[in-house]
């Protein structure tokens, strides 16, 4: 199978990581396995010109990284061809032209909310490894949607950023469940926030909030395990997607533990209007939508906590 990457989504991407893992482990083969195959552009002689100006620092900075951290030594031709191809392609010069087999998959999307915010994080490197803060304690932000698919997001607050540390989501799974993987993952828990509606919805014939069943709690394994519900404020949708934007210049996420996450805030996009020939001012409602819910509960909780808190201080 022989593809050009778009995004990562899709058989061709899941495909791609199991034969990577694979010759990263060294692993023997079978005859129905899939061999992992990267044909980079600087493995190809002709992408080379003569340098006719200085490259900015931030590509420099990017040479400077290929070879420190992956060993790939360009000369000044190769880097000459790769700035000349950039102006023309942008932001998709790095799905067309990768030079590791990771930017394959960084795919800039048509009509996508935050594509600029994610090229900033590639390009600060704040999606990757995290350093271990496990002394630190973990907020939860929950998106409890129709039909119970349920997202969640893990981080946590260390000094003036945000470090997502993991993510889960599930669809037909009960309350309990989501409890259990809560107790299971181990983290010490300093708050859980899920949206407004977790007051009204019900668990099958019960009468009870999810709020409440969360309170009581449930047993699991011989124990009960309960845990307390903050209600995120109100917000309309557009307000949610802009304290997106603005907090994701202080967020580092964990590349393996939020992958699917990632991809899906990524991949989550307008509305296409076929009869107008242009974007919808509203998000296309798709598999991106509760993982993309459930980040933005984060984002209203938090900065509404930064505007209580400016509220408090300038009351002193």
């Known amino acids: 199978m022989e593809s050009t990457a778009e995004g990562r989504a899709g058989y061709f991407f899941d495909y791609c990581q199991l034969a990577e893992k694979a010759l990263m482990q060294g692993k023997t083969l079978s005859p129905l396995d899939w061999k992992?195959?990267?044909f980079s552009w600087?493995?190809?002689?002709?992408?080379?010109?003569?340098?006719?100006?200085?490259?900015p620092q931030r590509l420099t900075d990017y040479f400077d990284e290929l070879s420190g951290k992956h060993s790939i030594t360009l000369?000044?031709?190769?880097?000459?061809?790769?700035?000349?191809?950039?102006?023309t392609l942008g932001d998709d010069m790095k799905r067309e032209y990768p030079s590791i087999p990771s930017?394959?998959?960084?795919?800039?999307?048509?009509?996508?909310?935050?594509?600029?915010?994610?090229?900033?994080?590639y390009e600060n490197k704040r999606i990757g490894e995290i350093p271990d803060n496990s002394h630190l304690p973990v907020h939860t932000y929950w998106d409890i949607g129709v039909s119970d698919s349920t997202s969640i997001w893990f981080v946590r607050e260390v000094g003036e950023e945000f470090h997502i540390i993991d993510h889960y989501s599930n669809s037909g799974e009960g309350?309990?469940?989501?409890?259990?993987?809560?107790?299971?993952r181990g983290y010490d828990y300093a708050s859980h926030s899920a949206p407004h509606d977790i007051d009204n919805r019900e668990f099958g014939s019960d009468a009870k909030s999810r709020k409440d069943l969360a309170r009581e709690g449930y047993e699991i394994d011989g124990q009960v395990y309960s845990i307390r519900f903050e209600v995120v404020p109100r917000s309309s949708v557009d307000e949610g997607i802009e304290a997106v934007r603005e907090i994701l210049s202080l967020c580092i996420f964990d590349e393996n533990k939020c992958s699917e996450g990632i991809t899906h805030l990524e991949a989550y996009r307008k509305e296409w209007d076929d009869k107008r020939g242009c974007w919808k001012d509203k998000p296309l409602h798709d598999y991106t939508s509760h993982d993309a819910d459930g980040f933005r509960y984060f984002a209203v909780s938090r900065r509404n906590k930064k505007s209580h808190l400016g509220m408090l201080v300038r009351k002193r």
Not at 42 to 55: F, M, R, S, T
Not at 103 to 120: I, L, N, P, T
Not at 175 to 184: P, Q, S
Request: net charge positive; charged share 30%.
């Open 36 to 38: 992992f195959f990267f």
């Open 42 to 55: 600087w493995k190809n002689p002709q992408y080379a010109i003569d340098p006719v100006e200085q490259l």
């Open 75 to 87: 000369n000044d031709r190769q880097k000459a061809w790769y700035y000349a191809k950039e102006k």
């Open 103 to 121: 930017e394959a998959f960084q795919q800039s999307v048509d009509g996508a909310y935050y594509a600029k915010q994610f090229r900033w994080l």
């Open 175 to 184: 309350l309990r469940h989501y409890m259990k993987v809560l107790r299971d």
